[in-house]
């Protein structure tokens, strides 16, 4: 039978673009933001993200399209409710609602595995939405009951580490004394419910306020002195694990040292930046997910919690073009919009789970990146042409 026939057209696509996983047991999640004008489509994406191992997607909303797509995937979703419908969701019977129309029509089929009620809503300004935080969870988490949905999907929401007010040493990490007054109550509940408490970690914003001061190395997991914190004695060589270490002492100084799990449901790097934003460099951004993955792929945990691996969403699946905010917002994707990688972290076919080599990202200026582009997809295409060869003298 024709190798054309044998093959679905998007499978072929994978396939003669490079892009199909070469190696087995790496399982991450993604952050899936949509927030662009030249996306593709969510049934190219679900095929593209299985090819690429990735078992867990995070949305900002509770796209019906893309749910339907990912649909018999096996990938767990955790979905969202905009800071803006928070309020709305403190009703009980709304919480059901919006169950019934956003989360049972895919469910078994879509793994829809948590619900996150809002975004960093402790470190903004808006204390009405800070006071509805927690009652429109306990709404949504009764609402799951009601609906007997409450074993497979849990509820939660997602905090920028801003709401530290301590965070070096590791062991001294401390919540900011005047939102005490919304973690204790919602730390409390998430022990009660078996929810993980998640976190947005960005060793990125720490260096660009102060390169200066901090180690690059320290920040990209590469080969460093490393910080020991003088308290534990415990050696700490990137800085992720070290803010993560931070987040376990702040909820063990409020009575949850072990009861709660711990997710970064954000990190990652920007492959370009504005002036003003140091370090957002290709090579950078390679470097500090490539490392990421490769601790993944290790079974890592924290000097903290060793025996934990870190359960990590990288931050983010494309580069989006609509994003307002410094140009670092619109370049934190893995891939183009157009399925090309912004950069290879061993996510293409062959590699062995390092990043490209620097000297191909001498620059960030737009000349080189176009000519890097170029570079990956005829190495992309090579790639392609022997796995297809290999698939015609198999069949």
């Known amino acids: ?22 190696v087995p047991g790496l399982k991450f999640g993604i952050n ?16 593209m993200l299985q090819s690429l191992n990735v078992n867990k997607v995070k949305l900002y909303d509770a796209d019906p399209k893309v749910l339907s797509a990912f649909a018999n995937t096996g990938v767990e979703f955790i ?32 793994r829809i595995t948590c619900i996150t009620v809002g975004n960093e809503v402790l470190s903004g300004t808006d204390t009405a939405l800070m006071s509805n935080l927690l009652p429109a969870m306990q709404a949504m988490y009764q609402a799951l009951v009601a ?32 939102l005490a007054q919304y973690v204790q109550p919602l730390l409390n509940f998430l022990a009660q419910i078996k929810s993980p408490f998640l976190v947005n970690a960005y060793p990125f914003f720490a260096y660009k306020a102060d390169p200066s001061a901090i180690s690059l190395p320290y920040v990209l997991f590469q080969p460093n002195a490393g910080v020991t914190d003088p308290t ?10 070290a803010q993560l270490d931070a987040v376990y002492a702040a ?64 931050f983010a699946l494309f580069n989006e073009d609509l994003k307002p905010g410094p140009t670092s917002e619109r370049n934190y994707g893995l891939f183009y919009p157009d399925g090309t990688p912004v950069y290879n972290i061993g996510l293409l076919a062959g590699s062995a789970f390092s990043p490209s080599p620097s000297s191909l990202f001498s620059s960030s200026s737009a000349p080189n990146t176009n000519r ?24």
Not at 89 to 107: E, G, I, K
Not at 148 to 168: C, D, F, K, P, R
Not at 261 to 283: F, L, M, Q, Y
Not at 299 to 305: D, W
């Open 372 to 395: 890097n582009r170029k570079l990956l997809l005829i190495t992309s295409w090579l790639g392609g042409i022997l796995i297809l060869l290999v698939v015609v003298i198999l069949l």
């Open 79 to 110: 979905i969202a409710i905009s800071n803006d419908n928070v309020a709305n969701m403190t009703d009980a019977s709304r919480a059901r609602s919006w169950l019934a129309q956003r989360v049972q029509p895919f469910l078994p089929q879509t």
């Open 251 to 314: 909820m063990r100084s409020m009575g949850h040292a072990d009861d709660v799990d711990v997710r970064i449901s954000e990190t990652g790097w920007p492959s370009k930046g504005d002036a003003d934003e140091p370090g957002a460099t290709v090579a950078n951004a390679a470097a500090y997910n490539g490392n990421l993955l490769k601790r993944i792929a290790e079974g890592q945990g924290t000097p903290m919690r060793p025996a934990v691996p870190i359960d990590v969403y990288v």
């Open 232 to 241: 534990t004695n415990l050696t700490y060589d990137n800085m992720l694990y």
């Open 147 to 178: 609906l007997g949905l409450s074993e497979q999907v849990n509820v939660s929401t997602a905090h920028s580490l801003a709401i530290l007010s301590t965070s070096y040493p590791p062991s001294a990490g401390a919540f900011s004394p005047e």
């Open 32 to 47: 899936y933001g949509q927030i662009a004008n030249d996306l593709p489509s969510p049934a190219r994406v679900a095929t």
């Open 1 to 22: 039978m024709a190798l054309s026939s044998r093959l679905s057209p998007l499978l072929l696509w994978l396939l003669i673009s490079g892009q199909v996983l070469g």
